[in-house]
């Protein structure tokens, strides 16, 4: 399998590990063919976009024991599925994204100039 690449072409860095977050659960948004929620966008969250998603029927901020989910709160980095991130945006809610941590195939959905536009600087390890 080929290794995944961000926005920029190049390999895809971890977005986070506590909580551990993308659609494998290894801390990175990689994405394959169950995947069907495209979760390519490693976003931080805010208030106004927990409110916004759960008004939409997706409660982050709620936690779910069974499923090891400890609910999200503002500040937390996670993978988010890339027209959620869109119809946010659209709806001037979207959270700043890691563009490093943001897999290449949100270019599919996203357009870059929009991505941009919520771009915060990758932190130092």
Do not use: I
């Not at 946010?88 to 563009?99: F, S």
């Amino acid at each position: 399998m080929e290794p995944s690449k961000n926005v920029f072409g190049e390999p895809l860095e971890t977005c986070n590990e506590d909580p551990m977050t993308g659609f494998y659960r290894d801390g990175c948004c990689n994405t394959g063919p169950q995947d069907h929620g495209l979760h390519l966008v490693c976003a931080v969250m805010t208030d106004e976009f927990l409110k916004f998603s759960k008004a939409r029927g997706n409660d982050l901020s709620t936690p779910v024991p069974q499923y090891r989910f400890p609910g999200l709160k503002a500040g937390d980095k996670w993978c988010l599925c890339a027209l959620r991130w869109k119809e946010a945006y659209d709806a001037g809610a979207a959270p700043k994204v890691y563009l490093e941590a943001t897999h290449e195939k949100v270019l599919d959905h996203v357009p870059m100039e929009a991505l941009l536009e919520h771009a915060l600087r990758s932190e130092p390890s």
